[in-house]
């Protein structure tokens, strides 16, 4: 699997964005996917997870009711929404996929990463 994301860019405090991340392959469906952000000098860190049906979402405490994690697998395409940003979600953005995730918020448990997309929110 082969993951590309995009949407990243240069947003204001409070302003909306949106986050895609394409998939290649045809067993997407079968894939647990999450969104992991690193701010520079920090360690990469989870910001939110769906699992391969869709039916159960996960999110870090930092981002619970801002961000919304959601997939389309006719499209091949894991999004990310979020909303009310502030400048401490500044950092960037990856998407993952695993097949067998039994703790979403550890990162050594998806086996695909895409190659990350800027978010910087000013003040």
């Known amino acids: 699997v082969q993951l590309q994301a995009s949407g990243g860019g240069l947003v204001q405090a409070g302003d909306s964005l949106s986050l895609s991340c394409a998939a290649s392959?045809?067993?997407?469906?079968?894939?647990?996917l999450g969104w992991f952000r690193q701010a520079p000098g920090k360690k990469r860190e989870f910001v939110a997870h769906i699992t391969w049906s869709g039916r159960s979402t996960y999110y870090a405490d930092s981002v619970k009711g801002r961000f919304t994690i959601s997939r389309d697998n006719a499209k091949n395409t894991v999004y990310l929404h979020m909303s009310s940003l502030n400048p401490e979600d500044t950092a960037v953005y990856y998407c993952?996929?695993?097949?067998?995730?039994?703790?979403?918020?550890?990162?050594?448990?998806?086996?695909?990463w895409g190659q990350g997309t800027q978010v910087t929110v000013s003040s």
């Open positions: 993952a996929a695993g097949l067998t995730v039994v703790a979403p918020r550890k990162d050594s448990e998806y086996d695909y």
């Open positions: 392959g045809r067993t997407f469906s079968r894939y647990n």
